[in-house]
């Protein structure tokens, strides 16, 4: 796979949606739980995620969304590497769809406004 990965370095925004675009699968190693942006937008391009092991936003990043590390080994990734390969493009397709509704979902502005604002009244109680 060496001739196959690329390690990039800090992108502009312009310049990440481009590597979305011309990627197969998006290996994103956050070092911190919550809810890694860069991963949400991966999925909103409908690729393939792989993550870390860390207990990430199970709303979004779950079994039905993405690939998970059970390890930070170079054999687990090359696993799961292999694994998104040499699934079947339905099954791919249907894990990617998956991943767009629920980044969609998570991420769709009213929803965020409605948080924010049942946030505030709680506060204001």
């Known amino acids: 796979l060496e001739n196959q990965c690329e390690i990039l370095p800090t992108l502009s925004k312009e310049e990440m949606i481009q590597q979305y675009n011309n990627a197969d699968v998006v290996v994103m190693i956050p070092n911190s ?3 890694p942006v860069s991963a949400v937008e991966a999925m909103l391009a409908k690729k393939p995620v792989i993550m ?3 207990s990430y936003d199970e709303d979004l990043f779950n079994p039905q969304t993405i690939w998970k590390l059970n390890s930070f080994q ?3 990734l090359y696993n799961k590497l292999i694994d998104i ?3 079947p493009e ?3 397709k249907q894990k990617t769809d998956n991943a767009f509704k629920a980044a969609m979902h998570n991420f769709e502005l009213q929803n965020e406004l409605n948080k924010i ?3 505030y009244r709680s506060v204001l109680q």
């Open 90 to 92: 339905d099954k791919k």
């Open 74 to 76: 170079p054999q687990e």
């Open 52 to 54: 870390g092991n860390l």
């Open 33 to 35: 739980d919550g809810t």
């Open 117 to 119: 604002e049942q946030l």
């Open 85 to 87: 390969i040499n699934l």
